[in-house]
């Protein structure tokens, strides 16, 4: 049986990154650090250290917290060429048919709706839009809204082919051409799920407020660390995701950092942005890492197998999710800031 060209694609590029681990992995790994990124404490702790779960990487992977400020982050932290082979596949796949289920939709509903009730802007840049799924769903409640999107792929080139988004920039936000092309020049500048995959969250952040009209409206969404979830689960809890996840601010954080900005918090929550996935995915990851390798000649069976599973784990998510929501089991939080005359 041929082998499709997809999975050709995804062979090369693992053969080249073991290839290159042949002079040793370090090269991937820039210095362990003895303080925290967010607020120069000493105090830290790891938080967990094990392989790949999804992608099984070779390596082994650290995830640390800041005792004092509650700051998790990766330590050492990967190279801009250890995250170029740890990205290699996860966003055509996984994550691409993750975009199209309809949980996520539904959870980009709710941050479009949370938008709707403050706003109804004339321009939106979605950072990080890959595909370009929110936009896509967000055009529903705001049919007169032009979307943008900007991405360090050329996923965003194909997203604007297929009427998705109106301008597709390619690069990432803090590249000076970039921001000064796009200074002041959008209503709203959302980041759903995004800071968590950059070196330098504040910068990002600079950078965001750059491009913003003045009293322009910021919407952040990331993974909440404070999870119980994070603790009961650990190196399954899918916003873990390391090695690709590099910070996970708590929004504690994040608040006293857009204020230090120059910003006023519009509204903060940790109900709505609350994804029922946890358990589903957590035992995916693990029934994934205990198959044999792709192409065993059991995996297939076995993963048949374990979709009942997963399937009643999925549901389980859903039935609990009105109840989670509302306590400290909520997985991802939302912060919408207002970009004052003082911001960047």
């Not at 090695?243 to 910003?263: D, Y």
Request: hydrophobic content about 40%; charged content about 25%.
């Amino acid at each position: 049986m041929p082998v499709p060209l997809a999975r050709q694609a995804a062979d090369r590029r693992r053969a080249a990154y073991l290839a290159a681990l042949a002079d040793g992995a370090d090269r991937f790994h820039e210095p362990r650090r003895a303080t925290c990124p967010w607020c120069g404490s000493a105090r830290l702790r790891t938080r967990l250290r094990s392989g790949d779960p999804r992608q099984r990487t070779p390596g082994t992977f650290a995830v640390d917290a800041c005792r004092d400020c509650g700051h998790v982050f990766q330590n050492p932290r990967l190279t801009a060429e250890g995250l170029v082979f740890a990205h290699r596949d996860v966003y055509e796949g996984h994550l691409e048919a993750s975009a199209t289920r309809g949980g996520l939709r539904r959870a980009h509903r709710r941050a479009a709706r949370a938008m709707l009730r403050l706003t109804e802007p004339e321009s939106w840049l979605d950072v990080g839009t890959g595909h370009a799924r929110f936009p896509e769903t967000a055009r529903e409640l705001l049919p007169y809204t032009a979307f943008d999107g900007l991405d360090p792929t050329g996923r965003v080139e194909e997203a604007r082919a297929a009427g998705r988004i109106e301008e597709a920039h390619v690069g990432h936000l803090t590249d000076p051409r970039i921001t000064a092309r796009l200074r002041a020049r959008y209503d709203v500048v959302s980041m759903l799920h995004h800071l968590q995959h950059v070196p330098d969250p504040r910068a990002e952040l600079r950078a965001a407020l750059g491009v913003l009209r003045p009293g322009g409206l910021l919407l952040i969404e990331l993974p909440d660390p404070r999870c119980v979830f994070a603790a009961l689960l650990g190196r399954w809890w899918p916003p873990h995701d390391h090695p690709r996840h590099l910070h996970l601010p708590p929004p504690a954080n994040l608040i006293a950092e857009l204020r230090a900005q120059g910003c006023t918090i519009v509204a903060a929550d940790r109900r709505a942005p609350h994804v029922p996935c946890d358990l589903a995915a957590a035992l995916s990851l693990a029934l994934a890492h205990a198959l044999p390798a792709p192409d065993g000649p059991w995996r297939a069976a076995l993963t048949g197998a374990g979709s009942p599973l997963v399937a009643l784990a999925s549901a389980l998510d859903h039935a609990l999710a009105p109840v989670l929501r509302r306590t400290p089991f909520s997985n991802a939080y939302r912060v919408v800031a207002r970009k004052g005359a003082s911001a960047p």
